[in-house]
């Protein structure tokens, strides 16, 4: 993404005022820093605009002819709450500039002004939305929480894709990324965000498969208050309050068919139209998208436009499944070990040869994601460092029944099978000693004796 010469984030930007040297003052000097900039003369003209586009910031006059500029400011942001409103005007007064802040608006400066003016207030909003679009990623992201994944690979066929799609990053386009389920695709879908131009605006993620085609329709593109039963206020959707960013359309290959000529025409023209509502918007959003089905089969069985894929099909990412870059796991599995023990309050080492082993022999049919889960669990369960077998699930680490008393076994195999037994079912270590009937610092020595 542009910048301005301060860094600030580009800002699309709407400016009502009837006079026509302020609008072409103030868009040159908005458009020259980078800004994305309408400039309309009336209220009924702000209001159209302001119902086909997204806008961040409105320079609004006070006096617009016969219209009163404060009655504009709550028509404003009852279409876009997040809109922040800039008051000018020459009659400037204690008593206007209450009323306008009352009335919703952000800031205040009076005729004339300088371009230094504009230029501080036009900073601060950018800063101001720019930390509530991270704000409202965060707030998604809270409830999928995920070790921070740094894509590096040993296999040629990752370090492919993986080049391919920091390449593609910058450009503005369609990128579809295909693989089995659980091979990280949500995870590169946001990198490709954090490495394009447009990593400091809005990431957001719509799951095709788990609405209805009616549901999914308000939820991508919003609908208007009485569109249907239960629409008991406006939606602004998905694509509205991702202007600016990137939406990740998973699992794509399950879109209703009854949806994918809007979303075809939403990625050719950037326009559509909310659920029960004839105006139509325009939106600047970036589309990455994810399958995990032979989606050149559902086109050839009619399930899948054909049209739509090709649009799609831009760019095409392959994600191999896990047991095919085996040589990750290692890699992977630490990381994951590290994040996970931080949120557990503890520190691991990493794995025992044994555990490491036994993960890198495992088949892995749910990939990164079934990784995830299993390095979760170990660093839930584990009171040993490095986290041995004994934490690692039966269907990962087979359960070996343990060595009985009278085996032809020496004491010291005897000595590691019951400690190991001991520890993996005691809730601490000091319990575990207590059982055992030694002190904590002999329990110390003897787990490292035995790696565990």
Not at 12 to 22: A, K, Q, R, Y
Not at 247 to 264: A, S, V
Not at 370 to 386: G, W
Not at 391 to 405: E, F, G
């Amino acid at each position: 993404m542009m910048r301005n010469k301060n860094n600030s984030t580009n800002l699309s930007i709407l400016i009502v005022d009837d006079e026509t040297n302020i609008r072409k003052t103030l868009t040159v000097c908005l458009e020259s820093r980078g800004h994305r900039v309408i400039a309309v003369s009336n209220a009924k003209d702000a209001r159209a605009e302001a119902d086909r586009r997204v806008f961040d910031l409105s320079f609004v006059d006070l006096r617009l002819g016969t219209d009163n500029g404060l009655d504009l400011i709550p028509a404003l942001l009852s279409t876009s709450p997040w809109l922040k409103i800039i008051v000018i005007t020459a009659y400037a007064s204690v008593n206007t500039a209450v009323e306008a802040m009352r009335r919703g608006a952000t800031d205040y400066i009076p005729k004339p002004f300088t371009p230094e003016q504009v230029e501080l207030v036009t900073n601060r909003v950018a800063m101001f939305r720019s930390m509530e679009q991270r704000i409202a990623t965060l707030k998604e992201d809270i409830e999928r929480l995920h070790p921070e994944i740094s894509f590096t690979s040993e296999h040629p066929d990752m370090q492919r894709s993986i080049a391919l799609a920091q390449q593609v990053a910058p450009s503005e386009a369609v990128v579809l990324l295909r693989g089995p389920s659980g091979t990280g695709k949500t995870l590169l879908a946001r990198a490709i965000h954090s490495w394009s131009r447009r990593a400091d605006k809005p990431f957001s993620i719509v799951s095709c498969p788990t609405l209805s085609s009616e549901l999914f329709e308000s939820e991508l593109f919003g609908h208007i208050k009485g569109s249907f039963t239960g629409a008991l206020r406006d939606n602004p959707g998905r694509i509205t309050a991702c202007e600016g960013g990137t939406l990740f359309l998973d699992e794509i290959g399950d879109l209703p068919l009854i949806i994918q000529p809007k979303l075809l025409r939403f990625i050719q023209d950037h326009e559509y139209e909310r659920v029960g509502d004839q105006q139509t918007r325009k939106a600047n959003v970036r589309i990455i998208a994810a399958t995990n089905i032979d989606i050149d089969n559902a086109v050839m069985e009619k399930k899948f436009r054909e049209d739509l894929y090709y649009r799609l099909n831009v760019i095409q990412i392959y994600l191999p499944k896990l047991a095919d870059h085996s040589e990750d796991i290692e890699y992977l599995a630490k990381n994951m070990l590290n994040f996970f023990g931080a949120q557990n309050h503890k520190v691991f080492r990493g794995f025992s040869d044994e555990a490491m082993k036994a993960l890198r022999k495992y088949s892995w049919p749910g990939n990164i994601r079934e990784l995830r889960n299993v390095v979760e669990r170990a660093a839930i369960l584990s009171i040993s460092d490095p986290v041995g077998i004994e934490n690692l699930p039966s269907s990962i680490a087979p359960y070996n029944p343990p060595v009985r008393l009278g085996d032809r076994v020496t004491l010291e195999v005897i000595e590691e099978n019951h400690i190991r037994r001991i520890i993996a079912f005691s809730k601490s270590l000091q319990e575990a000693a207590d059982i055992l009937g030694i002190d904590q610092a002999t329990l110390w020595r003897k787990r490292k004796q035995y790696s565990i």
